[in-house]
């Protein structure tokens, strides 16, 4: 009988903006870990988490605590863009993101996001 990987994982690599550019989402029992590199490195290390939301507010809010790396605003922005609908998508769950991007244009963090959607473990 073969053995069921203990964690849930999957790998990509792609070009997004002429940047080669590898994820990986990984699905622990209390978190998700969600890898997104263009240097081939961890990068900076961002916590995204949903706040408690009142009744009848359907989207939770989401709070980014860089934990790792250079905190500035634009940190926090990509964080969000990158991994809330992964939260969400999986009951909430709060999101381990390691990032090291070396484009951070708009059009850059929208194909990431469908990137790491392909990657899906959650």
């Not at 994982?9 to 997104?36: H, M």
């Not at 980014?64 to 990158?82: F, M, R, Y």
């Not at 709060?94 to 850059?108: F, H, Q, T």
């Amino acid at each position: 009988m073969a053995a069921k990987p203990v964690l849930a994982s999957k790998q990509t690599e792609e070009v997004v903006q002429g940047v080669p550019t590898e994820v990986v989402c990984t699905a622990f029992a209390n978190t998700l870990l969600v890898v997104v590199t263009q240097y081939g490195k961890m990068g900076t290390l961002v916590s995204v988490e949903p706040d408690v939301v009142a009744d009848g507010i359907s989207k939770p809010l989401f709070t980014t605590k860089v934990l790792l790396g250079k905190d500035e605003p634009l940190v926090h922005i990509c964080a969000k863009h990158l991994v809330t609908s992964v939260s969400q998508e999986a009951g909430n769950k709060p999101v381990l993101l390691s990032m090291a991007l070396k484009d951070r244009s708009i059009e850059g963090i929208q194909t990431l996001r469908e990137v790491i959607q392909r990657c899906r473990v959650w």
